[in-house]
Antibody, heavy 119, light 111 residues
Framework: QVQLVQSGSEVKKPGASVKVSCVASGYTFSNYGFNWVRQAPGQGLEWMGWITTYNGNTNYAQKFQGRVTMTTATSTRTAYMELRSLTSDDTAVYYC????????????WGQGTLVTVSS | NFMLTQPHSVSESPGKTVTISCTRS????????VLWYQQRPGSAPRTLIYEDNERPSGVPDRFSGSLDISSNSASLIISGLKTEDEADYYCQSYDSSIHVIFGGGTKLTVL
């Protein structure tokens, strides 16, 4: 069965960077891309961007342009999301989600990674 | 870009049917697929409906999705409500640039 296992919680200081990983199993890794979605405490879901696995193409939400980098490593079946210049507004749970048949859709979700930004 | 508007909250009794709407602000609701996600407290989202009205394996047929072109909206219909259905529900679609757009979420209370 498809599984996405994300890295553990992180505590970062303002101005720092965080890199969240998402290890996939149970399907052909290169056949599906990933969406990254975050959720601030008590808030709704916010899309950050997606990445394809077969050629590494990315599409970031305008809000995160210049501050986020999404990558994948086929050899380890891992997707990564790095967010730089963190502020307290970036405190959130970050989710990876494997896309469905079409780009822009999500079928399977990771368990989430809590990133806390605090001085 | 368009917006997806959902009611902030809905409530219904166990065994009843509830409908959660998701209205697209501009462009046709049928232009791009609509998905629905369920998020129970403290858990990750789970895909309930994809491609407007398809259910992933393992999702009970009590959950269904539909489009209403006249109101430019999508709906999630949950029949035979159970207390375990109490959760937040999000609709999602995408624009022509494949930018993903989420609705604000609807809190379902089963009382």
């Amino acid at each position: 069965q498809v599984q996405l296992v994300q890295s553990g919680s992180e505590v970062k200081k303002p101005g720092a960077s965080v890199k969240v990983s998402c290890v996939a199993s149970g399907y052909t890794f290169s056949n599906y891309g990933f969406n990254w979605v975050r959720q601030a405490p008590g808030q709704g879901l916010e899309w950050m961007g997606w990445i394809t696995t077969y050629n590494g193409n990315t599409n970031y939400a305008q809000k995160f342009q210049g501050r986020v980098t999404m990558t994948t490593a086929t050899s380890t079946r891992t997707a990564y999301m790095e967010l730089r210049s963190l502020t307290s507004d970036d405190t959130a749970v970050y989710y990876c989600a494997r896309e469905g048949r079409y780009t822009g859709t999500s079928s399977y979700w990771g368990q989430g990674t809590l990133v806390t930004v605090s001085s | 870009n368009f917006m997806l508007t959902q009611p902030h909250s809905v409530s219904e009794s166990p065994g009843k049917t509830v409908t959660i709407s998701c209205t697209r602000s501009s462009g046709s609701i049928a232009s791009n697929y609509v998905l629905w996600y369920q998020q129970r407290p403290g858990s990750a989202p789970r895909t309930l409906i994809y491609e407007d009205n398809e259910r992933p394996s393992g999702v009970p047929d009590r959950f269904s999705g539909s489009l209403d072109i006249s109101s430019n909206s999508a709906s999630l219909i949950i029949s035979g409500l159970k207390t375990e259905d109490e959760a937040d529900y999000y609709c999602q679609s995408y624009d022509s640039s494949i930018h993903v757009i989420f609705g604000g979420g609807t809190k379902l209370t089963v009382l």
